[in-house]
């Protein structure tokens, strides 16, 4: 569940449990994720993959164990600067702000930029994203697909060198879902960036991720990690190849 | 063997054959659709209701198609033979109405149902009693945030969201005249008119301006905007937050590193902190002209023998006391709606009961508050 020695842990998770009142969703949670590498969390629902998440990016403090993130411990997030990006579930943009204002929030916040500047920004982030022009328009006035894809340009504002995403693909069709992916795959591929995706869709997987960890709502712990078509291939477990067999099932 | 029931004009037809022995058979034939679900049920229900066999099974074999609703209705039924100690199963079915049987268990086992014992008097008020619990840490945990964000805006003032406080005090402000302006004048205008009834009988007319105005200055200006701002604003707060909330735009702060309370309650508070003097000095003069239109009306004084009565029993003090207390109402609306807000969870429903209960509570602590500073500045300007 760790990784080579060679490689830089960009998250180290120790021991974490995490749940909320008297529900425990997971005990004892331990891996690491490497700089540069596509991380996925994966699971059946309701395993605690995206409550997982909210732990990593700090948005709830760990009752038992430790998340350290870029080297440092993954709370207080109101004291600074974040080190990562958030893409949630449903993009959360603020819906009485333009595009443009949401991808601009954090660098209005963060830098010193002018407006201009800051503009600039702005354009080039709705660009890198395919979403040229949209600066203007309203949350509301956007599709799942590009409501997604301004998520990831407002939180790809700052340059992080780490990005979470929650269940990209979810309520997508499955050509804006494959585009989402590929997005995914340059962005890694040409900035570095290090990404961390909850998600249960097999295509995507497959396609993008290059190490993952499998989550068992029964047992409440990790049941698998690796390279997903290696544990496709070769795990033992049941409940890991009828995760990854289910679409062959289906048919 | 003889068939109990009769065919019906529906698309089915249900009997029950009485047989030697301890079985009995329910007979169903045709399509068993929802359509006809109120007639199944009356029939089946009729059937069941008599029998006195241990063992009843339900003959699916001449049944051509069934639909869920109708399986449900039978399952229920079989479910209900098998709780009163009579064996039941459905027998015969053809593969595709077999498939339907599987989906709505009806050839699963019967499970004991737990059923929910209503809660006794000692849970509820252990229950309630945790609520207050809980809702006082979140209001304590709230309070402590705002001292912390307010502290750490003070320190590193570019951090603060101060681009959103003119828009918060144009919205609470500027777009609320128009209502406080109408409440104010009609309440000086309403208290006016009584009070000139009693006081024509004594020919003391010019002492309604001492009574508007007074009352008015000290009391109902503050009070009736706050009332209005706790309506109107701390409500679209409560709401808003509220949804921002459950729609996790919240969270997606928090990741900035834009702490909600900083970011998104201070130039609320801030902005209706400013703004509600403004209103509340505006309804004091309102109701004031509330009171001189009666005092012209029906009193026959004059705009200066009025205005100049008013200014000699209105203080300074008088305005600034509910300058005093205004500002404290703008802080309790606001904190209390955002607090609600943001403790929003669930969904509609979550927004809907935090929004009722923001202004529920703001009501109740203004009038305390009011209570508070009328006892406290008669004791100090006595």
């Known amino acids: ?174 050509v804006t879902s494959v585009e989402l992916d590929e997005l995914i795959l340059v962005l890694n591929r040409a900035l570095g960036l290090t990404v961390v995706v909850v998600t249960h869709e097999l295509a995507s997987i497959f396609k993008i991720v290059s190490r993952c960890i499998m989550l068992d709502k029964e047992s409440q712990s990790i049941i698998a990690s690796g390279i997903p078509g290696d544990l496709r291939d070769s795990c033992t477990d049941e409940r890991v190849q009828r995760f990854f067999h289910r679409a062959s099932r289906a048919h | 063997m003889s068939p109990v029931a009769a065919p019906n004009r529906h698309g089915f037809s249900i009997d029950r054959a009485v047989e030697e022995g301890p079985a009995g058979t329910v007979h169903v034939r045709g399509r068993l659709e929802f359509l006809d679900a109120g007639a199944l049920w009356t029939e089946a229900r009729k059937l069941v209701v008599s029998a006195s066999t241990p063992r009843v099974d339900f003959d699916l074999s001449k049944v051509e198609a069934v639909d869920g609703g109708a399986m449900a209705l039978l399952v229920h039924l079989r479910n209900r033979l098998r709780a009163q100690g009579i064996a039941s199963e459905f027998v015969g079915a053809s593969p595709n109405v077999q498939e339907i049987v599987h989906l709505y268990e009806g050839d699963a086992h019967l499970r004991a149902v737990r059923k929910r014992r209503p809660e006794g008097a000692f849970a509820q008020i252990g229950r309630t009693t945790l609520t207050v619990v809980v809702e006082t840490q979140l209001v304590l945990a709230f309070l402590g945030q705002m001292v912390l964000s307010t502290a750490a805006t003070l320190r590193a003032p570019r951090t603060g969201n101060w681009r959103e406080v003119w828009p918060t005090m144009e919205r609470v402000g500027a777009d609320a005249v128009p209502i406080v302006v109408l409440i104010n004048f009609l309440v000086g205008f309403v208290m006016a008119y009584q009070g000139a009834v009693q006081l024509k009988q004594f020919g003391a007319n010019i002492f309604v301006a001492d009574l508007v105005g007074l009352s008015v200055t000290r009391e109902l200006g503050p009070l009736m905007t706050a009332i209005i701002l706790c309506g109107r604003s701390g409500a679209a707060f409560a709401a808003e937050l509220g949804s921002m909330k459950v729609s996790e735009e919240v969270d997606a702060l928090r990741t900035m590193g834009l702490g909600p309370i900083r970011y998104l309650v201070l130039p609320r508070a801030l902005g209706l902190f400013l703004a509600i003097p403004i209103l509340t000095l505006l309804a004091d003069a309102v109701g004031i002209l509330g009171g001189l239109l009666v005092g012209l009306m029906s009193l026959d004084l004059t705009i200066v023998g009025y205005l100049r009565e008013t200014a000699r029993a209105v203080t300074v003090w008088d305005v600034y006391s509910g300058i005093i207390k205004s500002g404290v109402f703008g802080g309790a609306i606001a904190l209390i709606s955002c607090q609600q807000g943001l403790a929003t969870t669930g969904g509609a429903e979550g927004v809907g009961r935090r929004t009722t209960s923001a202004v529920v509570t703001t009501l109740f602590v203004i009038v305390l508050l009011d209570a508070g500073f009328t006892v406290l500045f008669h004791a100090i300007h006595r």
């Open chain 1, 1 to 174: 569940m760790t990784m080579g020695e060679s490689e830089e842990a960009m998250i180290r998770v120790a021991d974490l449990t995490i749940g909320w009142d008297d529900v425990t969703l997971q005990k004892n949670a331990s891996f690491d994720v490497a700089r540069g590498e596509i991380f996925a969390i994966l699971g059946v629902s309701g395993c605690g993959k995206s409550t997982l998440m909210r732990y990593l990016v700090g948005l709830e403090t760990p009752v038992r164990g430790t998340v350290v993130v870029a080297g440092e411990a993954a709370q207080h997030l109101d004291v600074g600067r974040p080190p990562f990006g958030v893409v949630f579930q449903s993009g959360a943009l603020f819906t009485s702000m333009t595009v443009g204002e949401n991808v601009g929030l954090p660098l209005h916040t963060w830098t010193d930029l002018t407006p201009e500047a800051v503009g600039a920004i702005v354009s080039a982030k709705l660009c890198l994203v395919g979403l040229r022009g949209v600066e203007d328009k309203l949350p509301s006035e956007l599709s799942g697909g590009m409501t997604k894809r301004a998520a990831i340009a407002r939180a790809m504002a700052l340059e992080p060198s780490l990005l979470f995403l929650d269940e990209p693909s979810a309520g997508l069709d499955p």
